[in-house]
């Protein structure tokens, strides 16, 4: 799993993966259905944070919604209250029955929305509900076998506070497809499970260390509990700081003011 060691994602990536290692779980965690766990995820996460998701995905999967042919019948009143406390849940579950009709219509199933081509299938996620261009990525990625930079806000941070496309564009605020087409011109080709890898880097650098406040540069990484015991439990252990911190701009201004 190496990026072309002449970008300049290459230094941090290589840091992040020898701090944080391997997170075996990811999608699928619960089922077999790679595709359906990660729309659930998907449109269930925005504006909640992931232990909300991972609780509501096994709720609806206890209730017997375990595939996008049954999601399709599912009962959208049953179906609000298993994606509650997640935000705007009603909206969400209204949006998972209409996708997973979407889903069942075609006969190629899911793999009508993830076999093809990059940009063709990026516009046909877009069209659905609850479908954003972070969504629609991840979809493509984890769903199906299309390496790409996912451009979250865990990227945009750890990407914006390290500076290292800072002479070429900010990654607090610029547009979403720009930055993206920075960075895949910077590592090139990707295979799938580099890419895979290298977005769970930036997500695991934001989740421990590199805080939305009070970034944990010199500090041990924050704990985090997820409903299933399995994720994260092999890189929480106490460290002396964040891996970056060694090539971070934003790490080493506030260290000189200090
Ligand atoms: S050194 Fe601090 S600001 Fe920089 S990436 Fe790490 S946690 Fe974030």
């Known amino acids: ?25 990811w999608w699928p965690l619960h ?14 996460v925005q504006q909640t944070q992931w232990g909300t998701v991972e609780a509501a995905v096994l709720r609806i999967l206890d ?3 375990t595939s996008f042919t049954t999601l399709a019948d599912a ?31 075609q006969p190629a199933g899911f793999s009508s929305l993830v076999v093809g081509e990059r940009g063709v299938l990026r516009e046909s996620l877009l069209a659905l509900p609850q479908i954003g261009r972070e969504s629609a990525d991840t ?7 299309h390496p ?15 500076g290292i496309y800072a002479d070429a564009i900010d990654c607090a605020r610029a547009p979403y497809d720009a930055i993206q087409r920075i960075v895949e011109a910077d590592v090139g080709e990707l295979n799938i499970s580099t890419a ?17 406040n009070n970034p944990r540069c010199a500090r041990s990484g924050a704990v985090r509990r997820f409903v299933d015991p399995r994720k994260c439990k092999d890189h929480c252990p106490p460290c ?7 090539m971070c701009v934003y790490h080493s201004s506030v260290t000189k003011l200090k």
């Open 139 to 145: 979809v493509l990625m984890y769903g199906g076998e």
């Open 31 to 44: 089922t077999h259905d790679r595709g359906y766990e990660v729309m659930l995820g998907m449109v269930l």
């Open 75 to 105: 009962d959208p009143e049953l179906l609000a209250q298993l994606c509650k406390p997640c935000a705007f849940y009603t909206r969400k579950s209204n949006a998972l029955i209409r996708i997973a009709q979407v889903v069942a219509s």
């Open 148 to 162: 790409l930079f996912i451009v979250d806000a865990y990227a945009r941070r750890v990407l914006a506070r390290t």
């Open 63 to 65: 209730h017997g919604y």
């Open 240 to 246: 002396t700081g964040c891996p970056a911190a060694d």
């Open 196 to 212: 895979r890898e290298l977005h769970a880097m930036m997500v695991e650098a934001s989740i421990h260390h590199c805080t939305a």
């Open 1 to 25: 799993m190496l990026l072309n060691p002449k970008s300049r994602l290459a230094p941090l990536f290589e840091r992040l993966r020898i701090h944080y290692a391997h997170e075996h779980h």
